[in-house]
């Protein structure tokens, strides 16, 4: 009897103890709060080229943004520019935004390829674009917490491994983006060892 209840109590801390450390992982997933399509009146895409996610891939939107401007507009305007008819893309070019507030909003299906404006193929990326430019200003403390967060969050989510993570200028001469300010945390290793020590919270 008395080694029954040993066992039972062991069993019981283990079980504890894995629910303290799903919680802890659940805690930061908890933070990526998706704002969705139908809050920035997306229009329905054009049906386009399916694809798997692979790889994680960063830009900036590049153009001026401030952290009290309209991030949704913004994002209504590059749709509707997009699929214009001087490009005729099937929809917003990255899968998600991120605003210089921090918030997160949804963009064109995960699994359709994006878009770019410049050489490199985009089939098997997922595009995460920060809106404003970042070659002309420091990026804000909460885009950069929530791009780390929602980085992490794509990798765990789409089971893309975070080392393929790298931005629109490591595929493409013809660009500077995601902006110098932003690319300086790529370059010093920051944003890729944030997202490691997220995803390896236990």
């Known amino acids: 009897m008395r080694s029954l209840n ?6 019981l801390l ?3 103890m894995a629910c303290s450390s799903s919680g802890k992982i659940q805690s930061w997933m908890r933070d990526v709060s998706i704002i969705p399509r139908s809050e920035w009146k997306a229009n329905a895409p054009i049906p386009y080229l399916r694809h798997e996610p692979v790889r994680i891939t960063v830009h900036h939107e ?21 699929m214009g008819k001087d490009r005729n893309w099937a929809d917003v070019p990255y899968h998600f935004f991120i ?28 595009l995460i ?3 404003g430019n970042l070659n002309e200003v420091e ?9 780390i967060k929602m980085i992490a969050w794509c990798s765990k989510t789409y089971k893309i491994p975070y080392e393929t993570l790298a931005t629109h200028r490591d595929y493409s001469k013809q660009t500077t983006c995601p902006g110098k300010y932003l690319y300086n945390y790529f370059e010093n290793g920051y944003i ?3 997202v490691k020590k997220l995803l390896e919270q236990k």
């Open 6 to 11: 040993y066992w039972s109590l062991i069993v």
């Open 192 to 194: 890729k060892q944030e």
């Open 129 to 131: 674009s920060c809106l």
């Open 99 to 126: 605003a210089p507030d921090g918030k997160i909003y949804e963009g064109r299906d995960v699994y359709t390829v994006g878009e770019t404006n410049t050489e490199y193929d985009p089939k098997g990326h997922l």
């Open 139 to 147: 990026v804000p403390e909460a885009q950069l917490t929530s791009l």
């Open 14 to 16: 283990c079980m504890t």
């Open 62 to 82: 590049g153009t001026k943004l401030l952290v009290t401007d309209d991030a949704m507009r913004k994002i209504k305007a590059i749709q509707t520019w997009g």
